[in-house]
Nanobody, 119 residues
Framework: EVQLVESGGGTAQPGGSLRLSCVASDFTVLDSPMTWVRQAPGKKLEWVGSIDSGYGSTVYATYVKDRATIARDGAQKTLYLQLNNLTSDDSAMYYC????????????RGQGTQVSVSS
C-alpha cells in the first residue's frame, strides 16, 4: 500500500507563497511519476501538476502555470509543490499521488494538507 504524507499547508495572504511537502514511506519519488491534485469545498478533485520519473520533467495546469514548481528530493523521499502569488482560488485541500492521474483517478494519494488563502 502506498503511503504518502503531505504537510506544509496553512493560511496565507493573497500574493503570498507556500511550499507543500509530500513524504513517501516505501518508495523513492525519483522512481515514479508523481502528481499534485487539489479539492476545494464543494468542487471535484482537480489536477495541479505532475513530474515524471528520471529526468523530472514537469507539466502544470493552466491555472497554476508560472506560479507553481514541483520538485523532488530523492534522498528525503520527498515531493514538493511551491505555489506563489496565491489567490483565494488556490484555497483547497492539496494531495500528492503516486503516478500520473488527473483527479478522482488519483487513488494512491495521501491524506492531504489544507491551504487557505485569505486576507
Amino acid at each position: 500500500e502506498v503511503q504518502l504524507v503531505e504537510s506544509g499547508g496553512g493560511t496565507a495572504q493573497p500574493g503570498g507563497s507556500l511550499r507543500l511537502s509530500c513524504v513517501a514511506s516505501d518508495f523513492t519519488v525519483l522512481d515514479s511519476p508523481m502528481t499534485w491534485v487539489r479539492q476545494a469545498p464543494g468542487k471535484k478533485l482537480e489536477w495541479v501538476g505532475s513530474i515524471d520519473s528520471g529526468y523530472g520533467s514537469t507539466v502544470y495546469a493552466t491555472y497554476v502555470k508560472d506560479r507553481a514548481t514541483i520538485a523532488r528530493d530523492g534522498a528525503q523521499k520527498t515531493l514538493y509543490l511551491q505555489l506563489n502569488n496565491l489567490t483565494s482560488d488556490d484555497s483547497a485541500m492539496y494531495y500528492c499521488a503516486k503516478g500520473y492521474c488527473s483527479g478522482v483517478d488519483c487513488l494512491s494519494r495521501g491524506q492531504g494538507t489544507q491551504v487557505s488563502v485569505s486576507s
